[in-house]
């Protein structure tokens, strides 16, 4: 039984890391306080707790209504937006997957860096409930950042379901071993940047339609999502409430400059 909020941030340590591809690696985390978190699925939403440079320890956020509240509003850690991969209660860990990119963003350079018994903060998990709903025929696209969450969603998916998932990694050691498909399901991919997004549209807009009986998972970055959301929305008049599609990152841009637009686009 989960004692807590489902509100409450939670300061962990990274006790395992795992490379899994040369884009990707999984940072384990542990704290005890995780056997009471309030878990529902892999691929939800998780925000996370970045120390500051200089400092080894993140402040950890209260919760209101109205979002996060502060206690010392000058020392916020860097909060960015990750899906939880893996939770073991009885081993009160979760896993997170990172893309590596450098230095360039902080998040990756706290993974790419991280030691065993590194701090970070971590929220309860968000979004959608459920993540994924029962449909006849199913569209997943992402890109490597969407990756975890839609390899999380296809280990839970019905084993009679039928679709497509259409992937755009970096190179073809980024595509899981343990990547498991239904027999239904066929698997599309990609190798290359985002000069690709353009053929990955156009594959996707030869299947055939998706109905109201349908669902369709999509993220990743935003050029990516926004063609395949106007298919969906606009030629396949599927409803909103049938098809998940978040922009995950915009190029070129940090969560905080692309925070209000990002916004702006799922709310629409």
């Not at 899994?20 to 542990?30: A, E, G, K, M």
């Not at 306080?33 to 707790?49: M, R, S, T, V, W």
Request: net charge negative; aromatic share 10%; glycine share 6%.
């Amino acid at each position: 039984m989960n004692k807590r909020s489902s509100h409450h941030a939670y300061l962990v340590r990274v006790q395992d890391i795992i490379d899994l591809s040369p884009n990707l690696r999984r940072l384990v985390l542990h704290s005890d306080e995780l056997a009471d978190y309030p878990y529902q699925f892999n691929g939800a939403h998780i925000k996370i707790f970045l120390a500051r440079h200089g400092q080894t320890m993140p402040q950890l956020p209260q919760f209101s209504g109205h979002g996060f509240n502060w206690a010392e509003p000058d020392n916020k850690p860097i909060v960015r937006t990750y899906t939880i991969r893996d939770y073991d209660a009885k081993a009160c860990t979760i896993s997170i997957d990172f893309v590596k990119h450098g230095n360039s963003a902080p998040a990756s350079a706290f993974a790419e860096q991280a030691q065993p018994g590194d701090m970070l903060g971590i929220s309860s998990p968000g979004g959608p409930n459920p993540m994924l709903k029962m449909a006849v025929r199913y569209l997943f696209a992402g890109d490597i950042t969407a990756l975890p969450a839609i390899e999380s969603l296809l280990a839970t998916i019905q084993t009679d379901a039928c679709g497509d998932v259409v992937l755009l990694l970096p190179q073809i050691e980024d595509l899981p071993a343990t990547l498991s498909l239904p027999a239904g399901m066929r698997l599309h991919t990609f190798y290359g940047d985002l000069s690709l997004v353009p053929a990955l549209v156009k594959l996707v807009s030869t299947f055939a339609p998706l109905t109201c009986d349908d669902f369709a998972w999509i993220a990743g970055e935003a050029t990516l999502v926004k063609p395949l959301r106007e298919l969906l929305r606009t030629q396949w008049q599927l409803p909103p409430l049938r098809h998940y599609a978040v922009p995950y990152w915009r190029q070129g841009e940090n969560e905080e400059s692309y925070h209000a637009a990002r916004h702006n686009f799922i709310e629409k």
